[in-house]
């Protein structure tokens, strides 16, 4: 039965801080983290201070403030995190979020703001999905939490942006959008499916039956490889840079 499955390949067992360490989906978050880093590692100029705040700010807006809010969207990990909780969760990381952008616009550039505004926007219009969910689409996706980290990133280290640094971009966007799309029948398995059956005849006369853990295993693998290897790109590229 598709009921069955946990909600995600990550979730652990409902309760207590399990449901905490669920909630922040650790390797999407660390995965849309990597762009940060492949963002401030691609600049002309590192600062390892700045590439911290960053981190720090894009986790509690993407790790936390994201996650609280699409758990209060029918409660999709089924977690037992009181709402009141989860929308001080989300309020709170909203809030340091910002309170680091506003850092940044005094430290680095009143052009963050620019930055600051459509990090805002795009956390409550995408995870709320106002209108009608008109933001909450792969495009969507694949531009808010994969190009828009890298650009942040980059931008906040080098004030400026470059053809180059717009193609490492694309590549960001494309990687969330090849995410998105292996994730959404995955999620709708693991989630809404009451039952799962079917079978596979080949030409040979074999048959292999259809379950929902065949049909979600081969993309998730291809889920938890990509996991990896964008972080493997994210800290080898940072650590040409540092050492």
């Not at 009921?3 to 979730?11: I, W």
């Not at 989860?86 to 506003?102: H, P, T």
């Not at 990090?119 to 190009?147: P, Q």
């Not at 065949?214 to 290897?229: C, D, N, R, Y």
């Amino acid at each position: 039965m598709g009921g069955n499955l946990r909600p995600a390949f990550y979730a652990l067992p409902s309760g207590a801080w399990r449901d905490y360490l669920t909630l922040l989906h650790p390797p999407y978050t660390l995965w849309h983290l990597s762009y940060v880093v492949l963002g401030a590692a691609a600049a002309p100029d590192l600062d390892l201070g700045l590439l911290g705040w960053t981190l720090g700010a894009f986790f509690l807006a993407v790790g936390i403030g994201a996650h609280a809010l699409d758990e209060l969207q029918g409660r999709p990990l089924k977690t037992r995190i009181p709402t009141l909780t989860l929308q001080s969760l989300a309020a709170l990381s909203a809030v340091g979020a910002l309170a680091i952008g506003i850092y940044g616009v005094v430290n680095v550039s009143a052009w963050l703001l620019l930055f600051i505004g459509a990090g805002m926007f795009v956390l409550f219009a995408y995870n709320l999905e106002i209108m009608g969910g008109r933001f909450h689409s792969d495009f969507w996706f694949a531009l808010s939490w994969g190009a828009f980290p890298f650009i942040v990133a980059y931008w906040a280290s080098a004030t400026s942006f470059s053809a180059g640094a717009g193609l490492l971009a694309a590549g960001c966007f494309g990687l969330s959008l090849v995410q998105r799309k292996l994730s959404t029948q995955v999620r709708s398995i693991r989630r809404r499916a009451e039952s799962v059956s079917g079978s596979i005849v080949y030409t040979d006369g074999t048959e292999e039956r259809i379950g929902p853990e065949s049909l979600v295993q081969a993309p998730e693998a291809a889920l938890q490889a990509l996991t990896g290897a964008v972080i493997a790109l994210a800290s080898g590229w940072l650590a040409l840079r540092v050492l």
